[in-house]
């Protein structure tokens, strides 16, 4: 059963990622543009458990917005990774993030760190120093690097909320936590937004249909995925849950980023995501 959900949170977040470096890769722009394109995406993930709302109380609340703050500088820095940079070496990075909650459920929650697990972890790592080729021309250039690890920095303050919400005495709260959370989210984004306004830069993408049809498929797909995997974190050690994930999806959003964006790889990058590979079988013993 645990292999069965985390192999569908891989799937999520790799749909997820896809939809979104389609979309940015094509029509964001300008900074506004993806403030709008991420605030959409945050109002349709709430709203997808809007009537849970109500039964929030204040420590759900305060939750949601750590998870919140999180969030929104994890989406803008994610999705200018994604617009600029290699899809499957941005998911590397990002998903190095993993260590933080790893580090949270041993450290805190004494969860069990066996050796295999171990091993798997420190392959993770290996793999993603061998893909950092910052000399290779398959790289943009180091902005592309500075904001991939902003991004991976806000995602494991994001997983270390969920984690510490998913031991809680709320965990069984999850839609109001992912409905309360996106919602905060939205109204931070949109007073970013406004004052990206008042420098007077231009949202091209409010004429655009393909804008609205990505941010609702996005956001649908977003809300689902935060609301198993609240669930999971509660029922499965992190220690397991979070390397697995990890691992699970390197390897799904390389695939993809091979096969639909035709992203090139060196030899060296190639023999990281089969270590990454290796790692998470390994991790499943």
Known sequence: MDFLIISTLCSLATAKVSLQSCFSKKHLLTSSDTLFFNALIFLTASVLFFSN????????????????????????SYTKALSIGNISLTVMIVNLSMLFPVIVSVAIY?????????????LTIVSFVL????????????????????AMLSNGGIAITQKVFGKSSFHTENRSFVACSYLLAFFITLIVYGVSKIKK??????????????????????????WMNTYAISTIEGTFLFPTYTGGSIILSTLVGILFFKD?????????????????????F
């Open 201 to 226: 830069e231009p949202t091209t993408v409010l004429k655009k249909l393909p804008c609205y049809f990505f941010a609702i498929s996005i956001g649908v797909t977003l809300a689902i995925f935060q």
């Open 131 to 150: 893909c950092m080729e910052l000399k290779s021309k398959n790289l943009i250039s180091w902005k592309w690097f500075l904001i991939s690890v902003l």
């Open 264 to 284: 090139k790889l060196s030899l060296r990058q190639k023999y990281s995501i089969l270590i990454g590979m290796f790692a998470v079988i390994l991790m499943n």
């Open 53 to 76: 709302i109500s039964g929030a109380d204040i420590q759900i609340w305060l939750f949601s917005f750590s998870f919140a703050l999180f969030t929104v500088i994890f989406q803008l």
């Open 110 to 122: 004494q969860e069990a760190l066996s050796f295999t697990r171990l091993l798997g972890i420190l």
